[in-house]
Antibody, heavy 119, light 111 residues
Framework: QVQLQESGPGLVKPSQTLSLTCTVS??????????WSWIRQPAGKGLEWIGR???????NYNPSLKSRVTVSVDTSKNQFSLKLRSVTAADTAVYYC???????????WGRGTLVTVSS | QSVLTQPPSVSAAPGQNVTISCSGS????????VSWYQQLPGTAPKLLIY???KRPSGIPDRFSGSKSGTSVTLGITGLQTGDEADYYC????????????FGGGTKLTVL
């Protein structure tokens, strides 16, 4: 059974780069018509989609974050990653990785990882 | 301010039925399939409904989805205390570029 697991630092300093990795286990990241996405949720608030990547490398990003975000994939490691540059306290959130089955369903989610931006 | 509008909260007693609305526009709901997610406290969201009205395996038929124009509705019948959660609608939006949008979420309280 396919599972997703986020990993990365739980604390990032303001103005630095937030880096997270999602490891796909129990199946190949390259199989099927899937987009691999990052979604975040500040404490007590709603879900915000950050971006997605196909295993071909094709990406789409939330326009509000596009200038600061890069999502990449490493098929040899069965992982995809998120980089968010120039972070501020407003970027503090639980970050989820998720699998999107074309066209419109996030059928698999990681447990989420809390990233706090603070000096 | 979310592109998709949901009521912040709804409530009902156990055994009753409830609906949660999600309103959008032609750039999102009007021209795309919608999915719904249930988020129990302290957990990751879970797919509840996809393609407007389809249920993944394992989701009871107490949960249903419907669509009309630029709005969708999630229906829950025979409410149980375990249904108390946040519910989110989501779909693609093409107003600026192609990107995914979630509704602001609705907190369901089972009284």
């Amino acid at each position: 059974q396919v599972q997703l697991q986020e990993s990365g630092p739980g604390l990032v300093k303001p103005s630095q780069t937030l880096s997270l990795t999602c490891t796909v286990s129990g199946g190949s990241i390259s199989s099927g018509s899937y987009y691999w996405s990052w979604i975040r949720q500040p404490a007590g608030k709603g879900l915000e989609w950050i971006g997605r990547i196909y295993t071909s490398g094709s990406t789409n990003y939330n326009p509000s974050l596009k200038s600061r975000v890069t999502v990449s994939v490493d098929t040899s490691k069965n992982q995809f990653s998120l980089k968010l540059r120039s972070v501020t306290a407003a970027d503090t959130a639980v970050y989820y990785c998720a699998r999107l089955v074309v066209p419109t369903k996030f059928d698999l989610w990681g447990r989420g990882t809390l990233v706090t931006v603070s000096s | 301010q979310s592109v998709l509008t949901q009521p912040p909260s709804v409530s009902a007693a156990p055994g009753q039925n409830v609906t949660i609305s999600c309103s959008g526009s032609s750039s999102n709901i009007g021209n795309n399939y919608v999915s719904w997610y249930q988020q129990l406290p302290g957990t990751a969201p879970k797919l509840l409904i996809y393609d407007n009205n389809k249920r993944p395996s394992g989701i009871p038929d107490r949960f249903s989805g419907s669509k009309s124009g630029t709005s969708v509705t999630l229906g829950i019948t025979g409410l149980q205390t375990g249904d108390e959660a946040d519910y989110y609608c989501g779909t693609w939006d093409s107003s600026l570029s192609v990107y995914w949008v979630f509704g602001g979420g609705t907190k369901l309280t089972v009284l």
